[in-house]
């Protein structure tokens, strides 16, 4: 079996890359090495993969349409893994035009080009929680309206989610959207609050605790993740969407303190208001890809935590 994986440098896909590669996948990752985090980073992320047989690098921007419709007729992946975005929300306030040409653009390229394979591929993309926008009731469910996003990130994702279907419908794409919940562990995009807090802590520096701490969040280790991923790909037929979450949602004090906890230190709290474009909560209902998928996340906070700290620490 043949995959593209775009976005395979980074966080969550350097551990797809690694699993479908253990299960003698060829892969081919797609990645611009974009300096929203040090490429550093992300080569390092591939440094195992790399060395195996089945693997293969493709250093090509989603935006380059041409590159990608040249690369995926070569390719003829048998599955089109698509984890490639600009990431966060924060950032995305103030570039929404920058995160709409390669979130949205980048997806329409792609599904061109897949869109001309006889058979199709397999079309597998990370869609977010961050879709649901401000909501006061929980859990999250697939079958809620993501009408009211909070931010352009959220915005370009439910607009994918939107294309896909486009695609699915007119051309017959089998096409799975997975819709993250907040991934952490080790290799850990180092703009992310659990990797930039656990950077402040180990220094003794203050950690910024926007509002009164008690926002959640959905917390998913990265392994749970990934076997969602790999899950979806197996099954992937029709257009579905699905929860990729733990279903146990952890106050942002609670994080904190259990990543002083395991870093042996004291976290020093820097309090900060609110930040727009920031939700109260997420928290996902995974019925549907438990039930579907065979999803079950097993990896409880704390042993994630710790997880993390180890790679944390060996990286240092």
Same mark, same amino acid.
């Given at each position: 079996?043949?995959?593209?994986v775009? =976005?395979?440098?980074g #966080?969550? =896909?350097?551990?797809?890359v690694?699993?479908?590669?253990?299960?003698?996948?060829?892969?081919?990752v797609v990645?611009? #090495?974009?300096?929203?985090?040090?490429?550093?980073?992300?080569?390092?992320?591939?440094?195992? $993969?790399?060395?195996?047989p089945g693997?293969?690098?493709e250093?090509?921007d989603?935006?380059?349409?041409?590159g990608?419709?040249r690369?995926?007729?070569?390719?003829?992946?048998?599955?089109i893994?698509?984890?490639? $975005?600009?990431?966060?929300?924060r950032?995305?306030?103030e570039?929404?035009?920058?995160?709409?040409?390669?979130?949205?653009? !980048?997806?329409?390229?792609?599904? %061109? &080009?897949?869109?001309?394979l006889e058979?199709?591929?397999? @079309?597998?993309? $990370?869609?977010?929680?961050s879709?649901?926008?401000?909501?006061?009731?929980a859990?999250?469910?697939?079958?809620?309206?993501?009408?009211?996003p909070v931010?352009?990130?959220?915005?370009?994702?439910? &607009?994918? %989610?939107l294309?896909?279907y486009?695609?699915?419908?007119l051309?017959g794409?089998?096409?799975?959207?997975?819709?993250?919940f907040?991934?952490?562990?080790?290799?850990n995009?180092?703009?992310l609050?659990?990797?930039?807090?656990?950077?402040?802590?180990?220094?003794?520096k203050p950690?910024p605790? #926007?509002?009164? =701490?008690?926002?959640?969040?959905?917390?998913t280790?990265?392994g749970?993740?990934?076997?969602?991923v790999?899950?979806?790909?197996?099954?992937?037929?029709?257009y579905?969407?699905?929860?990729l979450g733990?279903s146990?949602?952890?106050?942002?004090?609670d994080?904190?303190?259990?990543?002083? %906890? $395991?870093? !042996?230190?004291t976290p020093?709290?820097?309090?900060?208001?609110?930040?727009p474009?920031?939700?109260?909560q997420?928290?996902?209902?995974?019925?549907? &890809?438990?039930?579907?998928?065979?999803y079950t996340?097993s990896?409880? @906070?704390r042993e994630?935590i710790?997880? #993390?700290?180890?790679? @944390?620490?060996?990286?240092?």
């Amino acid at each position: 079996m043949r995959a593209i994986v775009t =976005g395979g440098a980074g #966080f969550i =896909g350097s551990h797809l890359v690694d699993r479908l590669l253990g299960a003698g996948w060829e892969v081919v990752v797609v990645d611009n #090495f974009d300096p929203f985090y040090p490429e550093a980073c992300k080569r390092a992320n591939l440094a195992e $993969a790399s060395r195996q047989p089945g693997f293969r690098l493709e250093v090509l921007d989603i935006c380059d349409r041409e590159g990608v419709l040249r690369l995926v007729s070569e390719i003829r992946p048998d599955v089109i893994a698509h984890l490639a $975005a600009r990431a966060g929300v924060r950032p995305s306030i103030e570039a929404p035009a920058l995160y709409t040409e390669v979130n949205v653009m !980048g997806t329409v390229h792609l599904l %061109e &080009a897949a869109s001309r394979l006889e058979p199709r591929p397999r @079309f597998v993309f $990370a869609s977010s929680s961050s879709i649901y926008g401000e909501r006061p009731d929980a859990p999250f469910r697939e079958s809620d309206p993501v009408d009211h996003p909070v931010s352009p990130y959220a915005a370009t994702k439910k &607009a994918c %989610e939107l294309m896909v279907y486009t695609f699915h419908s007119l051309h017959g794409l089998p096409a799975t959207g997975l819709r993250f919940f907040t991934a952490y562990g080790p290799r850990n995009r180092p703009d992310l609050a659990i990797a930039k807090f656990a950077s402040l802590i180990a220094r003794d520096k203050p950690v910024p605790m #926007f509002g009164d =701490g008690s926002t959640q969040r959905d917390y998913t280790y990265v392994g749970d993740i990934v076997d969602g991923v790999v899950r979806a790909i197996d099954r992937c037929r029709g257009y579905e969407i699905y929860n990729l979450g733990n279903s146990h949602p952890i106050a942002l004090r609670d994080m904190i303190a259990t990543l002083g %906890e $395991a870093l !042996g230190k004291t976290p020093v709290i820097d309090r900060q208001p609110e930040q727009p474009g920031d939700v109260r909560q997420t928290f996902a209902d995974v019925t549907r &890809a438990s039930a579907e998928l065979g999803y079950t996340p097993s990896t409880p @906070f704390r042993e994630g935590i710790a997880r #993390f700290v180890d790679w @944390f620490r060996a990286t240092q």
